[in-house]
């Protein structure tokens, strides 16, 4: 990361070296005293780091390369991830194959530094999530919708979701065992400003109310998933939903809005992206591949989401595609059981859809007469809080990779477009009445 975040504080007096002689030089002799002062030094050092962890009364802390505080290391190569799964593999392999990678979301790229801003100085801006019913890329659009706040108010910006919410509970995607933070988590800091870990300190910066930030959320300029809150144009987005056709006007505009901004931005944990790299190489290398993401459970009609898209709708598409290229797969991404179990029986050949062993509930719930299958993310019984973020942060990886998406309207879906913006013109958006949806050459 050299030059973007902030060196680590340098001991002037332990480490630098006098060359000292009596007459001319003596390199030989120089060397031999800086040798030993280097393992005098080093000696010093240890002892001292002894008596350090030895009398501490709390368990030890660890930091990663960004010198972030985590209460436990992060995974080691090799070191398993989830039940059933592989591996993680920190920088892990390459990716090749007929999907397309995004250098732009890859781990090791510096964030970039506006020069506009003084990162030592000035106003913050801290981000974070005021209510605990949002899933996770409605989150991601919460932090997106900040950071253009930041940047158009020069702000410096940094993220730091905790446990607590303003409304409906904790963040379901908290846990303990993992850091105090759920961005770091999966991604690198927004900008050379580390989030403050003492909360009285984060306190004092500029940060946004539960009203605020809903305002924020739905204000004309904001990047939206769907039809919901105020247009930035003269048409209303109460009646693009009413009118039920897809506008590509409208998700153009918000499209590459939020490209751009996770363009400069977002940076992966180089273990969550060696995830992604590690199934891709082992499922999709070589192949043509279809990404489908079903969104179903508690898919609320009146929020701008439209009603479940039945599996049906999708297989149709996808025998298309699997029809039209042969050897071709299908990436399945959903948190419905019921959904994925039909599409399979749907499909022509189920032996070239693959899906990911994710969690998902076994619970269901009453709406309006209808019993529905709980969202994963609200479901307190099952699973860890970093687990169901992980789960969809490598979904949404791996369907931004697809060669073509098909998708209802979801933000999850999108998430997936805005990491590789060139979806936008190979997706088919069925949410909406099919004679204004996309059509693709090979349907």
């Known amino acids: 990361m050299g030059g973007v975040f ?39 050092l240890v002892v001292l780091a002894l008596v350090v962890v030895l009398s501490m009364e709390v368990p030890l802390i660890t930091t990663d390369e960004l010198g972030i505080f985590r209460t436990q290391p992060l995974p080691q190569p090799g070191e398993s991830r989830s039940e059933g799964g592989r591996g993680s ?11 397309r990678f995004n250098v732009l979301l890859g781990p090791g790229n510096p964030v970039v530094v506006d020069p506009k801003l003084n990162y030592t100085g000035g106003s913050r801006l801290w981000i974070r999530i005021n209510d605990g019913w ?22 410096i910006p940094y993220v730091f979701i905790g446990k607590d ?5 904790r963040n379901r995607y908290f846990d303990h065992s993992v850091g105090p933070n759920i961005w770091e988590y999966f ?11 003492s909360p009285s300190e984060r306190e004092r ?23 919901y809150g105020h247009s930035f144009d003269d048409q209303s987005n109460r009646d693009r939903f009413k009118q039920n056709k897809y506008d590509e006007g409208f998700y153009w505009h918000h499209r590459s809005r939020a490209s751009h901004l996770i363009s400069k931005y977002f940076r992966f944990r180089k273990e969550v992206w060696g995830e992604a790299n590690l199934y891709f190489n082992e499922h999709f290398k070589g192949y043509k591949v279809l990404g489908v993401h079903m969104r179903g459970t508690d898919k609320i009609e009146r929020a701008g989401g439209g009603r479940i898209i039945p599996a049906r709708e999708y297989a149709e598409y996808a025998n298309a595609y699997l029809t039209r290229y042969k050897g071709s797969r299908v990436f399945v991404a959903t948190e419905s059981k019921s959904l994925l179990a039909e599409f399979k029986g749907l499909v022509s050949d ?18 309006k007469g209808q ?42 879906s999108e998430g997936a477009i805005w990491f590789d913006i060139r979806l936008h013109n190979r997706s088919v958006h069925i949410q909406y009445e099919r004679s204004t949806r996309q059509c693709p050459p090979w349907f």
């Open 187 to 197: 991604f690198l800091p927004v900008s050379p400003t580390l989030p403050p870990i």
């Open 89 to 99: 593999q920190i920088g892990g392999p390459t990716l090749e194959g007929s999907l």
């Open 205 to 227: 910066d500029k940060f946004f109310s539960w009203h605020e930030e809903r305002n924020i959320h739905n204000a004309p300029e904001a990047i939206k998933a769907y039809y």
């Open 371 to 412: 019993t529905l299958e709980q969202n994963i993310f609200l479901d307190l019984k099952t699973g860890s809080g970093y687990r169901k973020g992980l789960d969809v942060v490598l979904d949404v990886i791996l369907l931004s990779r697809c060669d073509y998406l098909v998708h209802g309207a979801s933000a999850v």
């Open 134 to 155: 949002h899933g996770f890329f409605s989150q991601m659009t919460v932090v997106l919708n900040s950071l253009s706040y930041a940047e158009k108010n020069k702000f």
């Open 165 to 169: 919410t303003m409304r409906h509970g």
């Open 350 to 367: 189920p032996g070239r859809v693959r899906s990911r062993m994710v969690l998902r509930s076994n619970s269901t719930f009453k709406r």
């Open 6 to 44: 902030p060196s680590l504080p340098a001991f002037p007096a332990l480490f630098s070296f006098r060359r000292e002689t009596s007459g001319g030089d003596d390199p030989r002799g120089y060397k031999k005293r800086a040798l030993l002062s280097v393992r005098a030094q080093v000696g010093v």
